[in-house]
């Protein structure tokens, strides 16, 4: 089984990255037979990413081709993409050892909510657009 996690750095020990598209790291882990045989580290091509981070580190992880995926949470954008993999997302926590470790012993949950999507700032204003000039009041 390949199982891909958002991490925050690049070690089994390392923490489960909340953020799928802007986290440091996506942990390729392979196991068999309840157990983890390999674990191999590759930077998040999303998280240099001015917008659109969630879609880019989407693709990325679609092209991995993971049969499971654990993350914190999961943007509508990066979802759509996911959904087309056929891959199941889990909510993790904690580690991502010790997610794996839940996930191969049956204890973790799908990911089955997700964050909103968002516009960031845009001329002073929050969402699209803005329509004006620079920073408003």
Not at 25 to 42: G, H, P, R, T, Y
């Amino acid at each position: 089984m390949k199982i891909v996690v958002s991490s925050t750095g690049d070690a089994i020990e390392s923490q489960v990255d909340m953020r799928f598209g802007r986290c440091l790291f996506f942990l390729m882990i392979d196991a068999e037979s309840n157990e983890i045989k390999n674990v191999e580290a590759v930077q998040n091509q999303g998280s240099v990413q001015g917008h659109g981070a969630g879609i880019v580190a989407a693709q990325q992880v679609a092209n991995l081709k993971p049969d499971k995926i654990i993350t914190g949470n999961l943007g509508p954008n990066a979802a759509r993409v996911l959904e087309e993999t056929g891959s199941e997302v889990y909510r993790g926590f904690g580690t991502v050892k010790d997610s794996v470790r839940m996930l191969l012993d049956g204890k973790l949950n799908k990911l089955d909510s997700f964050v909103p999507g968002h516009h960031g700032m845009v001329h002073g204003k929050r969402g699209r657009g803005g329509g004006g000039r620079g920073w408003q009041r």
